[in-house]
């Protein structure tokens, strides 16, 4: 019954690779994020999707694309993996405020 | 921008409370929370508070808002080791604006 699911949980890949990471909620909620959280713990945000309309694009490369198929769904596509993007990405819901996010439990990524 | 600002670290005893401070600079900030993260697993929310309210209790947890100075402060009564973890605040707004988390703070409990 996970309300916020990712998958995977861990990745571990070579510079250069081009990957993705899965996100899905069973909550009905109407807008889904991305946050990145590096290796001292700041939370930042990448994206958000409303109703899969894309909402918020902050200043990320645009090796990052989201996707949204639907609004219970919200993906992360990753090309040419760099050394820098090794960190924990997390995905979030959340329905109008002031209710505040329900997370995923993180995708450890590791570029080797 | 809005910045979002606390102390890294918070050491006590078992038993003893405990006290985090967050200041935040956004003054259209409606919301402010509370999350707490585990290791090597997300954020779950705490509490929450509205900018027009001064305080909010929930059991062990006391949430003091001062909205004249920015200043928002967690406060866990009879801490215990399982509260040891990352505590994050928050802020947001009405719009369609993103939260914005402060840089944690890990909680350390003694036994």
């Known amino acids: 019954d996970t309300a916020v699911s990712q998958t995977p949980k861990y990745l571990v890949t070579q510079m250069g690779n081009d990957k993705s990471i899965k996100c899905e909620q069973n909550l009905g909620h109407d807008t889904m994020y991305w946050y990145k959280q590096d290796s001292k713990k700041f939370l930042k945000i990448m994206f958000s999707?409303?109703?899969?309309?894309?909402?918020i694009n902050e200043t990320v490369p645009n090796r990052f694309s989201p996707k949204s198929p639907d609004k219970a769904h919200l993906n992360l596509h990753i090309n040419s993996l760099e050394l820098g993007d090794s960190a924990v990405y997390f995905c979030a819901s959340s329905q109008d405020s002031p209710y505040g996010y329900t997370f995923g439990s993180g995708t450890r990524l590791t570029v080797v | 921008g809005e910045d979002v600002e606390q102390s890294l670290f918070l050491s006590v005893r078992e038993g003893d409370s405990s006290v985090i401070n967050c200041t935040y600079t956004?003054?259209?900030?409606?919301?402010l929370y509370w999350y707490k993260q585990e290791p090597g697993a997300g954020l779950q929310l705490l509490t929450y508070i509205f900018s027009n309210m001064d305080m909010k209790q929930d059991q062990r947890l006391t949430v003091l808002l001062n909205k004249k100075d920015k200043h928002l402060s967690l406060r866990i009564a009879d801490t215990q080791t399982g509260d040891s973890a990352i505590y994050f605040c928050?802020?947001?707004?009405?719009?369609?604006?993103?939260?914005?988390f402060g840089s944690g703070t890990r909680l350390q409990v003694q036994p």
């Open positions: 999707y409303n109703n899969k309309e894309l909402i």
């Open positions: 956004d003054s259209s900030s409606t919301y």
């Open positions: 928050a802020e947001g707004d009405t719009g369609r604006r993103a939260l914005t």
